[in-house]
């Protein structure tokens, strides 16, 4: 029950839908089909609201529809009492007064035919085509006797892959449920409480992502009602007991409509009770409620234009509350909706929510993807060629996601995911999860295309809904240009540029000759990251696949050095201190820097230290400011003879299997030998690798660092710059 069903006289303002006489359609069922000339009575109603909304409607099919419904269905009963076709005529009317097209129509009269009747899909397809039966095929749920205590979600299973090609059958199921909880109360209680916990999980959602709400908005009233009836019965009281509340809300709509007249623009302003499950979440975060808590105002315009034209004058006018503007016009939710969210200070200072809409976006923001009517009329073959199976011939882009608006990315995201979950219950739990994150942001690639996900995704999540399976051989990415932790939670408007191992030119080409193929996948860790079911299944089957891969590194102490090895520098240096001819023959000990490693043909510069040694630096290192800063003279220095030299280098890289392999044999390949290295443990899915190597020659360390550079997962290699400690 909804809030205007509850207190129906408080907002005349608001058109309430009408709602089905069951005895009335009951008593014209049970009188059988009137003749040829003439609508049957109990589908007369039905037949007004659909052409109310399609005046051009041809209405034999429907006819047809209802007579073979009528027939089939003839002596059976609903629990509550009425013939079983006032359930088939009821959610036709819910459809048809959401403007759902003759197609539709048709086949929610024929939906429980297949399921509960002699009538068989063959049937349902030779008499009223392939797109009606194909719609009647999704929602026939499957026989318990064959999937056991796996019908419920292989039954969801299918009506969502026969959703992912027709939205349609999600529009019937919908309003299939809705009847069904509006008579749920003839159930056993226990029965009752698992339709409606289901309903809340997954259909509810599902409703939401659709743009559905003038479905979704009852649907939560009624299952409301049934898992928490105190609370139910609270809010109910409440609303009650504030039916004259709407005073305010009256007040300021009149203000509002005087405005917008005097202003010129044409609207219509309406006072929208809030239903209760609406009301029960703003008491539980307000506390205390106002007149105007207890419904919104709605304004409905003509054009996109006049909506903006309309904020203007509010905010002109009245004392707009800034923090609760909203513009959803510019920026459609992932669901279709559209409008103009603000709220302006009435009398007394009460506050009222307005949402500025034009007639079309409010269409649509009650019915969602029922507004849109058949979206693949102009993509489907006509005459016995007709299949609504057949998908080849609607609007596709590059990477397989259909172009209106009726397949969003959340639904294609679910279709992938639920290929690779063949265990019923894995599925129901994923689908559950996945649609209980019920809003989506929207990231832009590296190739400026945009990628859809659920609000908290992350990194890795982008991974797998961008890459799929190939997503394994992440290494890192970059968020809006800095590289990020594939951790990192994405926000929405990010741009990320996700770096992979295969996207390499080294690793492109294989694995250097006579080394064995690294095997690159997904870290454990990963999982704590992943937010979407694509990503987690994705990365539990690689993980179940390679568990000798899989395992957790041994924790490593905080600076684990591989090869220490102690080396005297004074053997390798090359560098010459040219000495003033007195001090010629006196004995000093030439060393080079460790704090920035100086190799020819750095351009250097020495000092003097204690023990009459003479450290050899780089120019632009830092500790040559210091020393000239203390007044510290320099020594001339230039480099002698000798080819080879010792270097530290840096490299900094993302984390992943055989990168230390990978980096030494790189090193080997250049003819460098490994006098220490160190390996700093992992940080936020980067590791850090400090080599002292030496060099047969002193000119090969540009392409020595190149080489390093080009191994997959290593993001930058630089010689090392640390502090020195002057003498």
């Known amino acids: 029950m909804s809030a205007e069903a509850a207190n129906p006289g408080a907002h005349s303002r608001r058109r309430g839908r009408p709602r089905i006489d069951l005895r009335r359609l009951g008593r014209a069922a049970l009188l059988g089909p009137a003749g040829r000339d003439r609508l049957p009575d109990a589908i007369g109603h039905v037949a007004d609201v659909h052409r109310a909304h399609h005046p051009d409607a041809d209405l034999t099919l429907l006819h047809r529809a209802y007579v073979l419904a009528e027939s089939s269905h003839r002596g059976q009963f609903r629990k509550s009492g009425e013939p079983y076709i006032t359930h088939p005529l009821a959610v036709t009317l ?54 056991g205590a796996a019908a419920e979600p292989e039954t969801f299973r299918k009506m969502l892959v026969a959703t992912g090609n027709d939205v349609r059958v999600m529009s019937i199921k919908l309003a299939d449920r809705l009847h069904n909880m509006r008579t749920l109360g003839v159930m056993r209680p226990e029965k009752q409480v698992r339709i409606a916990k289901v309903t809340q999980d997954v259909l509810i959602p599902l409703a939401e992502r659709l743009g559905v709400q003038a479905l979704k908005t009852e649907l939560e009233d009624l299952v409301f009602a049934i898992l928490e009836p105190e609370e ?26 005087a ?31 106002r007149g105007t808590d207890f419904g919104r105002l709605l304004i409905l315009v003509a054009e996109d234009a006049d909506c903006y034209a309309v904020l203007g004058e509010l905010h002109t006018c009245f004392t707009p509350v800034v923090s609760e503007f909203k513009d959803f016009i510019a920026a459609p939710k992932f669901n279709l909706y559209q409008s103009l969210h603000t709220a302006v200070t009435g009398p007394h200072g009460a506050v009222a929510e307005v949402l500025i809409r034009t007639h079309q976006m409010h269409r649509v923001a009650e019915a969602g993807v029922i507004a849109l009517g058949n979206p693949y009329a102009s993509a489907e073959p006509t005459g016995t060629e007709q299949t609504a199976t057949a998908t080849a011939a ?85 968020v809006n240009g800095r590289l990020a ?33 690294a095997v690159s996948g997904p870290a454990p860790d990963w999982l704590d990251h992943a937010r979407t079911p694509a990503a987690r299944i994705a990365i539990t089957a ?25 080396a005297d520098r004074s053997t390798t240096v090359s560098a010459v201190v040219d000495l003033p001819d007195a001090d010629a023959d006196a004995d000093v000990t030439v060393r080079l820097a460790g704090c920035c490693t100086p190799v020819p043909p750095d351009a250097v510069t020495g000092f003097s230290v204690r023990g009459g040694v003479v450290t050899v630096h780089r120019d632009q290192c830092p500790a040559v ?35 230390l392999a990978d980096l030494t044999e790189a090193i080997a390949t250049e003819g460098a030998a490994i006098v220490a290295a160190t390996v700093e443990p992992p940080s936020q899915q980067r590791v850090r690798h400090t080599y002292t190597l030496q060099l047969p020659d002193a000119a090969g360390l540009p392409a020595l660092m190149r080489a390093m550079r080009d191994v997959p997962g290593v993001y930058d290699v630089s010689r090392t710059q640390h502090p020195a400690v002057t003498g």
């Open 94 to 147: 819910i459809l048809a007064e959401l403007g759902a097209e003759t197609t539709t129509l048709t086949a929610s009269l024929l939906h429980d035919t297949v399921e509960d009747t002699e009538v068989t899909l063959d049937q349902v397809r030779r008499e009223f085509g392939t797109e009606v039966g194909y719609l009647v095929d999704g929602v026939t749920k499957l026989e318990k006797v064959d999937y």
């Open 259 to 289: 405005v917008l007249k005097d202003a010129g623009i044409t609207a219509e302003v309406q006072i929208r009770p809030r239903h209760f499950v609406s009301v029960h979440r703003v008491s539980t975060k307000r506390g205390r409620l």
């Open 542 to 566: 690689w993980l179940q696949a390679h568990p000798d891969l899989a395992q957790p590194p041994a924790a490593a102490p905080r600076r684990a050095a591989l090869t220490p090895v102690a």
């Open 625 to 659: 400011s210091r020393m000239r800063s203390l007044d510290r003279a320099p020594v001339p220095v230039r480099w002698g003879d000798a080819a080879g030299c010792r270097v530290t280098l840096v490299a900094e890289s993302f984390g992943r299997p055989r990168l």
């Open 394 to 478: 609607e609007p596709y882009d590059v990477d397989g996601e259909r172009v209106d608006p009726t397949r969003p990315g959340w639904l294609s995201r679910l279709l992938q995911w639920q290929q690779a979950t063949p265990d019923p219950d894995a599925f129901w739990t994923s689908l559950r999860a996945d649609l209980a994150q019920d809003r989506e942001i929207t990231v832009f690639r590296a190739d400026g295309r945009m990628l859809g996900l659920p609000a908290g995704a992350t990194c890795v999540d982008a991974a797998y809904a961008q890459y799929g399976e190939r997503a394994h051989s992440c290494i890192g990415a970059r």
């Open 232 to 257: 139910y019965e609270r809010t109910r009281a409440l609303i009650a007991e504030n039916a004259a509340a709407g005073v305010d809300l009256d007040t300021t709509a009149d203000r509002i409509s």
């Open 485 to 517: 932790a594939l951790g990192t939670v994405l926000k929405d408007g990010d741009t990320v540029h996700l770096l992979r191992a295969d996207d390499d030119p080294r690793a492109a080409g294989g694995p250097p000759k006579g080394t064995q193929e």
